[in-house]
């Protein structure tokens, strides 16, 4: 996750949910398909339009529901470069940041307007209004998750544990 | 050494799987992980590949778990191609504990003796919280993150607050568990249990079956919670004696909640004022007192589920549709939870009522529950079901609407054609 990425914001209500992320009709079928549904039901024009890193900005409780990671491969699949809410459901969270989805809780998420462009600094867990500058202060993650993140996700990061391990085991 | 400060339920068992002595909520623990569950949808098609590029095998396949319920029986070429690269992964994993069209994960589980208190366990599958149920602190977790346990066998976790929820009284007839969390979403909201801990107690959980406390506990996904943890009792023990759990095996004394532990909230509720709920579309969250709802017509009645169609939700709508029959322009259809509820229900005359009064009996698994199996609705369709979740579009078209209540409520819904109060109907 680069320290200077910038995108246009997508605005959603709260309790946005898996289902609405990747619709259960479409989960059989391959993820290229199922992304072309993400977010049909709130936001028809979303799957269509969105561009690499904008960023989807939710309300309360984003990404509650199953624990279907397509919910989170479906935005990384349209490109979105982070996602940010007041709050986010446990599960959904935890999936963004294990595929290395860079999600910011932000209690100030619902000042952010509707079609700002932010710039997003990660390790600094701030957002800024390009257009305003007004700056929105989120939670920062602790440093082993940013780690995580930065290494693409868990899979890439355990791969880098297991050469370390199976070296030693090698050595001994 | 200084004394134990005293400890929730939640604390100890996450203080036994990361092997400390004592853990404070807010600490970020590692904890190991006792068993790993994980079913067709989310397991092996999705951790297969994973575990390939890390060129990984389990850590140790004794403690995986897999069941087949989400996709079973297929119903076309994908369908099968899932149930049968899941078949041939658990032999060549080494996997042994495989239930392959039994019934619904969370409800198998158990039934198989898998849980017992004290337990430390993570399910591919949001609604894992169920095995709370045992006294297990069990959640779920997504693919990715299950193969990072496949590998390492560990997990981490922020050591949750405790949320107390406390029910006193004794349920009216009619009103079951359903009602009860139903009523809990509507107070507390789908976010209400904030990733923590939620742990159910008061004098009506004791008069509870498991079958009624899983419920509970299944749903505390609906609250947001992590987990929805219900302390062990003479109950629970009955229960896991009755699935071959060894005596020796079932603790009830060390999981309990020490009396001064600290609950970072707690929620009161009168059991005896509980009235039928019944959540509106497109949320849990959405309930209110079946009352409000009373005279919406129906096309479709589900009675299904992992938090609605075990043995005790079977008995709860036999109750209402004996001497029955379903409306005309409404259908009744009933997924029995696992196989061994079906036995049970065909044993002690209750399936016979169902069939007897209309239902259409469907296969046990996930069926129409998230939309992967039979009985999808059609656009514009209305349906009262015993589920889970009512999101909108995950029972089929994007336009349905999906009420949720007990399977007294649903099954009173199939004989009106609209909904109506199930105590009406329980003579
Ligand atoms: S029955 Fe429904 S809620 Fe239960 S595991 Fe299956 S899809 Fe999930």
Redesign the pocket.
Known sequence: MSAASTGRVWKFGDNIDTDVLAPGLYMKGPLTELAKHCLEAVEPRFAKEVKPSDIVVGGRNFGMG?SREQAVMVLRELGVGAVVAPSFAGIFYRNALNLGLLALVCSEAGQIRADAVLSVDAANAELCDLDTGKRYACEPLPAHLLQMIADGGLLPNLQKKLKVQRSKEAQA | MAQKPPMTLAEKLVARAAGLEVVRPGEVVTAKVDLAMM?DSGGPRRVAPMLERLQARLWDPDKVVVIS??YVPAVDAESAGILDLTRKWVKAAGVTKFHDMQG???VVLPERGHLRPGLFVVGG???SPTGGAFGTYMFGVGATEMCGVLVTGEIWLRVPETILLHWAGKLGPGVAAKDMILAMCARLGMDGGRYQAIQYAGDTLAGLAMQERMTLS?MAAELGAQTGLIAPDAVTRDYLLSVGVPAGEIDIATWQSDADAKVTERHDFDAAALSPMVAAPHSPANSAAVAEHKGVSVDQAYI????GAKINDLRMAASVLKGRKVASGTRLLIAP?SARTTAEAAADGTLATLTEAGAILLSS???A??G?GAGVLAENETCIAS???NFKGRMGAGSSKVYLGSPYTVAAAAVAGHIVDPREMLS
């Open positions: 199953s | 079913h319920d989400h619904i994960c969370h599958d949001s609604h299944n299904g589920a992992c938090t939870a698994g996930c069926g529950c998230a992967y589920t889970a979740r």
